[in-house]
């Protein structure tokens, strides 16, 4: 746990100095995500909640303070869309799936991932026929999505997400 505070002090440092770098804000929120499931675990229920609040608008502040990046709305739904559904955000992660699903800029190769987000998501917000339907489509999307198929929780980050998002993004940020 201590190399993760010390990580998340570092991305805070970071996107202080440097507001525009919102990946830095993008990955503080998801390393305080990161410490709540810790606290969870170790039954510190109060600070779990606050961590995972504090998480969540790191998150939403990154992904939303650019409303046409696409590249940070998936990075917000690849967090929403394998989180618990009792954090309530499969709402999100679908509206987010939707603006990723309809936004030409998308490269093709990341649509495995949009696709069992998808079915998380929907499975999530109860809408278990949807996430069936997501599930059987991601299947049939070549070696990638049956590999993908085959993830019950986040997978490892894809070489089409390092490639085309995150690569890009630290990068820019450099």
Avoid at 115 to 127: N, V
Wanted: charge should be negative.
């Amino acid at each position: 746990m201590s190399t993760l505070i010390s990580a998340a002090s570092q991305l805070q440092a970071l996107y202080q100095q440097h507001p525009d770098r919102r990946i830095a804000k993008m990955f503080y929120g998801y390393a305080q995500l990161f410490m709540a499931t810790d606290y969870l675990a170790k039954k510190n229920y109060m600070r779990a909640a606050e961590t995972s609040k504090l998480g969540f608008f790191y998150i939403d502040e990154a992904a939303e303070s650019e409303e046409n990046d696409w590249q940070m709305r998936f990075l917000r739904v690849r967090m929403d869309a394998f989180v618990p559904a009792s954090h309530g955000r499969c709402v999100v992660a679908l509206k987010d799936l939707d603006y990723l699903q309809q936004n030409p800029a998308v490269p093709a190769d990341l649509q495995p991932m949009i696709t069992l987000m998808s079915a998380h998501a929907l499975a999530s917000c109860q809408r278990v026929a949807d996430a069936k339907a997501a599930r059987a489509a991601l299947a049939q999307q070549g070696a990638e999505g049956k590999r993908l198929s085959e993830h019950s929780t986040a997978p490892e980050w894809t070489p089409a997400e390092l490639n085309t998002i995150i690569q890009p993004l630290t990068e820019a940020s450099l």
